[in-house]
């Protein structure tokens, strides 16, 4: 199984970046598709998951701002940020949950300057 992440990058406060992960491979049925982060000499913490029934779960500082969405079919997961905020800055990792296995794609670097 491999998760492809893509679409981080440097940005100043305000602006949006739209992330990207693909899940391919052999894989039992998915449960849970989304996103975590992980800031400098912090630990990884859950930023938006999409369980199978499609509701979200957000982190409280992100909501308003961040949207996440899934495509069931490709088996692919995005993340919309909007209004960034330093505090954003952070390597963002893919995850995939199925009921027996937890997958995390390689990470991207999002940082938003102030």
């Known amino acids: 199984v491999q998760l492809q992440a893509s679409g981080g990058g440097l940005v100043q406060a305000g602006d949006s970046l739209r992330l990207s992960c693909a899940a391919s491979g052999r894989f039992a049925s998915i449960l849970a598709m989304g996103w975590y982060r992980q800031a400098p000499g912090k630990q990884r913490e859950m930023v938006a998951v999409v369980n199978s029934g499609g509701s979200t779960l957000y982190k409280d500082s992100v909501k308003g701002r961040f949207v996440a969405s899934r495509d069931n079919a490709k088996n692919t997961v995005s993340l919309q940020m909007d209004s960034l905020r330093p505090e954003d800055t952070a390597v963002y990792y893919c995850?995939?949950?199925?009921?027996?296995?937890?997958?995390w794609g390689q990470g991207t670097l999002v940082t938003v300057s102030s």
């Open positions: 995850h995939v949950r199925t009921g027996t296995m937890v997958y």
